[in-house]
Nanobody, 125 residues
């Protein structure tokens, strides 16, 4: 099982980035997916989640209206479109998968079985 994130980098405040997470070794289309982030000196926090069918999505209040999670089951890939980025969005972003809870998006990292290695996002002028 492998989750591989990409798309991170350095962006100015107000800019955009699109993160991707490619999945290997498990049934992606039957799994809910989530994005989490961890800033230096802070605990990991939930960002967004999407059900296996894309019918349900859920966002942290801090990113609602700015970030959009989506998935392409044919490509076994989940995306996080990040717009209107702020310096406080700076963190390592992780994608995660759960096959035990595919229908209702989960906000707790403890409910995800698989994790990626993370990709750095830095928002700075």
């Amino acid at each position: 099982v492998q989750l591989v994130e990409s798309g991170g980098g350095l962006v100015q405040p107000g800019g955009s980035l699109r993160l991707s997470c490619a999945a290997f070794g498990f049934t992606f289309s039957s799994s809910a997916m989530g994005w989490f982030r961890q800033a230096p000196g802070k605990e990991r926090e939930f960002v967004a989640a999407i059900s296996y069918s894309s019918l349900s999505t859920y966002y942290a209040d801090s990113v609602k209206g700015r970030f959009t999670i989506s998935r392409d089951n044919a490509k076994s890939t989940v995306y996080l479109q990040m717009d209107s980025l702020k310096p406080e969005d700076t963190a390592v972003y992780y994608c995660a998968a759960t096959y035990l809870h595919p229908v209702v998006p989960r906000t707790s990292g403890d409910e995800y079985e698989y994790w990626g290695q993370g990709t750095q996002v830095t928002v700075s002028s």
